[in-house]
């Protein structure tokens, strides 16, 4: 069990930006396949450090193949010593109309400059229904689904999906991912996911999913809900413990 610390995070301001420190994997090369500006996304999490969003169907427009890869070539021609390529940027990454084709770009570019180095897509989870996003995934070294809830009240009380999404279908979705990891942040206030209730009904849908390793993470900037609160390490931690008995590595990283 890991206990790390983080900076904060923000809109992203281009297609590709940093590297920038990540509390999960290190030194990072931002990678956003999302508009400009603009959150762009599936959920309304309630502790959402890129604010709020009008609607995630307004019209946006998203950067062309021939944008990602002149701006990832000229970041990466220089071999900045970096740990990863990490896909998230302005929201849902899995959203961008063209995701296989930019992973093909990537995943080149990356053999080229940077050989070694892992490519993570940081997800919602919304779209691995699509077998098309599932399939495009399989590309990447590292698929890091958001799993905030064991039961669906908590879990529509806190990530506030914009269309009704049924959390039995994400997580089963996301079990169909060879070695997928989990992220799933904890909070205390107007929504709790840290009671025996909610944990053990998570700790369920961990079993299922069986993925290679959990991350456990407490707010560390303030969040939408003015209402949420964090989490004591000493609860994030004994969480994490309950997730390794069941035999899945967990690591835990603390609000600042």
């Known amino acids: 069990m890991e206990v790390r610390h983080d900076a904060h995070s923000e809109l ?3 297609t590709v930006y940093g590297p920038v420190p990540s509390r999960r994997y290190g030194v990072t090369l931002g990678i956003n396949l999302l508009p400009l500006g603009d959150k ?5 999490c309630t502790y959402c450090q890129l604010g709020p969003e009008k609607h995630h169907s307004a019209p946006h427009e998203f950067p062309d193949l021939a944008t990602l890869e002149r701006e990832v070539t000229a970041a990466l021609a220089g071999k900045p010593a970096i740990d990863a390529l990490v896909i998230s940027g302005n929201g849902e990454p899995t959203l961008y109309p063209q995701l296989d084709e930019a992973l093909v770009i990537l995943a080149r570019l990356r053999d080229a400059h940077l050989p ?6 940081l997800t919602a989870g919304t779209e691995l229904r699509r077998p098309e996003v599932r399939a495009a995934l399989r590309r990447v070294d590292e698929v890091a689904v958001k799993l905030d809830a064991g039961t669906q009240p908590t879990f529509a009380k806190l990530d506030m999906p ?6 039995d279908a994400l997580v089963a979705a996301a079990a169909q991912l060879p070695g997928v990891a989990i992220q799933t942040i904890l ?4 929504v709790d996911n840290t009671t025996e209730t ?5 700790l369920a849908r961990i ?3 069986q993925p290679r390793r959990v991350d456990l993470y407490t707010l560390d900037r303030k969040p939408i809900d003015l209402a949420l609160e964090m989490v004591p390490l000493v609860v994030a931690q004994g969480i994490a413990a309950r997730v390794e008995a069941l035999g899945i ?3 835990v990283f603390a609000g600042l």
């Open 198 to 202: 909610e944990v053990t009904a998570w």
């Open 249 to 251: 590595a967990c690591r």
């Open 40 to 44: 762009h996304c599936t959920f309304r």
């Open 116 to 121: 070694g180095r892992a490519i993570v897509v």
């Open 162 to 167: 914009w269309q009704p999404l049924q959390l």
């Open 187 to 190: 909070v205390r206030g107007r």
């Open 12 to 14: 992203a301001p281009h």
């Open 207 to 209: 079993q299922q999913i």
